[in-house]
């Protein structure tokens, strides 16, 4: 009996952390849809208040040095940019997922667009399980640090640095 208990105690909490990962992994696939339609107010809005405080509209820092911008891009700017650079998203593959006390989900993914193929990550936070997750930081490896950057049509995009 003592043993079944036990089993529940350590499972229990990796069992609740599920809902909360699925939970992100459909913000995911939201947030892609919205970029993939242009939509990248109702991407922003769907950020936490510590984002929004740090990284205004007009103001997005670029602290994912995407293609070398100066130190404050314009949001809007910048997801466009993005979408010229790499594309509609075609697939998503998650290649890491944790959970940090129930209310932080740290995701990452092998992003396939039209033109290139990186990893991206998503912290996604709420400050109480009554909350929904809202997407605290995002970051784009262009550089190749956590896996490669493929090159999906040559020549189809100029990056000028």
Known sequence: MLFFFWIYIISSPLEDDEGIRLEAQNKVVYIQELYNQGKINEIY????????KIITENDFIDFIDFIDFIDFIDFIDFMKRKKEVLGNLNELKLTYSNVINHNVVI??????????????????I??????PLYLGTYFIDDGGKRGEVI??????VNIKN
């Open 151 to 156: 090159k999906l049509n040559p020549g189809k």
């Open 126 to 131: 709420r400050k109480n399980n009554k909350e």
């Open 107 to 124: 995701l990452t993914y092998r992003s396939t667009y039209d033109n290139y193929s990186l990893i991206e990550d998503y912290k996604f």
């Open 45 to 52: 809005n769907n950020t936490t208040n510590d984002f929004k």
